[in-house]
């Protein structure tokens, strides 16, 4: 997945343009910028590559949710409905408004299961929040049809799925509004970055005040804007989105090279009769960031990875006891351990989180292995690769 493995002479010209005027922010300074605006320039490729009317690039993907969520509505007392499987950003950026984020159990796409979404909802609830986690999707048309059912918002967090497809249409740009992240591991990078993609221009306006302490953006007199809403920082500078432009130029080079290794190590482990796949919807097209497969039960999946481990297999994930992305080890979560007081609603909303039942979530992500493609590897040390897990995994089973 990682940009960053393909970094070099393209991301230095860009970012030696911002270098040469000196001009670091994305707003103002118009007569010092030599007709240098990087943020604006990704905004507008974004708006292509994404197929969507409108981008706002934000400082980071975690930023993006809570942008998108806030310029939708969402506030204090509100539920999210996310998965039990995906990053703690979601919580964060959904916690940081006041809001509640509802955990709900995933199935085998390794995304929300539109059935434990349809019986999470409650009249508090507004908004559902997809993650399209490691390069493939949920059941878009299901979601979606939960969501027109009982008239709440649609968000897609597409930060690990940049480039995957739904029917035609690029993650992030199915529902409401779409956020990614252009994080130092993400598949492009900006070092730091994120965006909001919607077709909504309501949407879009309050994303571009809100993210910029509500400022109108009308004329070019900074000082001189009014702020027709209350606000927030979560700005891109001009040296992250210099970085991003030109790695938004290689993403058809950044995705064919991971098809080439997703589908070498694939098409091997396929061969081994106790191997499945997670589920990919119909109409769907993984990104192939990652490639995720089942092995019978926990216990395989630990003898596999210790044996991936000894002999060199590196880039392997089982998220069972992962404390970055799934419920099981989130302790900092149900304890709510804050700096600050959390909101009397807040806290009720995740009062019942240390013993609630996700043994569905659990069914699928104790079972599962994640790799991750890499970009630098060559053909042939993918075929290593693939022979090698291969047969680990024959050895294991
Ligand atoms: C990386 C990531 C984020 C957050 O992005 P940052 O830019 O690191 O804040 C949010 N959601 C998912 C699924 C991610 O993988």
């Known amino acids: 997945m990682p940009g960053f493995e393909l970094f070099g002479d393209l991301e230095r010209k860009e970012v030696n343009d911002v270098l040469d005027n000196g001009v670091l922010m994305r707003y103002g300074f118009d007569g010092m910028r030599k007709g240098h605006w990087k943020a604006k320039a990704l905004e507008s490729e974004l708006q292509s590559t994404f197929k969507s009317k409108h981008v706002q690039l934000v400082s980071s993907g975690t930023a993006a949710v809570s942008v998108a969520l806030a310029a939708a509505g969402v506030g204090a007392g509100d539920e999210v409905i996310m998965p039990t499987f995906t990053f703690v950003a979601s919580f964060e950026a959904i916690m940081m408004l006041g809001a509640i984020p509802v955990l709900t159990d995933i199935d085998d796409t390794l995304g929300l299961n539109p059935d434990a979404v349809e019986k999470a909802i409650t009249p508090k609830t507004k908004a559902i929040m997809v993650?399209?986690?490691?390069?493939?999707?949920?059941?878009?048309?299901?979601?979606?049809?939960?969501?027109?059912?009982?008239?709440?918002?649609?968000?897609?967090?597409?930060?690990?799925?940049?480039?995957?497809?739904?029917?035609?249409?690029?993650?992030?740009?199915?529902?409401d509004l779409g956020c990614f992240s252009f994080d130092f591991v993400k598949t492009i990078t900006c070092g730091e970055g994120g965006a909001v993609i919607t077709n909504n221009k309501e949407y879009y306006i309050n994303a571009d005040h809100y993210s910029d302490h509500g400022h109108d953006h009308v004329g070019n007199d900074r000082g001189a804007e009014t702020h027709p809403f209350l606000g927030y920082n979560f700005r891109i500078s001009e040296l992250h989105a210099a970085v991003g432009l030109a790695q938004v130029k290689r993403l058809p080079e950044f995705l064919e090279i991971q098809k080439r290794n997703?589908?070498?190590?694939?098409?091997?482990l396929a061969e081994i009769p106790e191997v499945t796949f997670r589920t990919v919807p119909d109409g769907g097209v993984e990104s192939c960031a990652f490639l995720n497969f089942f092995l019978p039960d926990l216990e395989t999946v630990n003898k596999v990875s210790k044996a991936f481990k000894e002999n060199g297999v590196d880039a392997f994930w089982n998220y069972y006891n992962n404390n970055w992305h799934y419920i099981r080890e989130w302790h900092h979560l149900k304890d709510l351990k804050s700096l600050y007081p959390i909101s009397t609603e807040v806290r009720k909303g995740l009062e019942n989180l240390k013993n609630r039942d996700f043994s569905k979530s659990d069914h699928y992500i104790a079972r599962n292995m994640s790799c991750l493609i890499k970009l630098s590897w060559t053909e042939q040390e993918v075929r290593e690769r693939a022979t090698k897990m291969s047969q680990i995994i024959r050895a294991c089973i």
Do not use: W
Not at 262 to 268: D, T
């Open 262 to 268: 997703f589908n070498i190590i694939r098409e091997a």
């Open 131 to 175: 993650v399209q986690m490691c390069g493939s999707m949920a059941n878009m048309d299901a979601l979606q049809a939960v969501a027109n059912k009982h008239n709440v918002l649609l968000v897609e967090d597409a930060c690990q799925a940049i480039g995957g497809t739904y029917k035609g249409k690029p993650l992030g740009s199915i529902g």
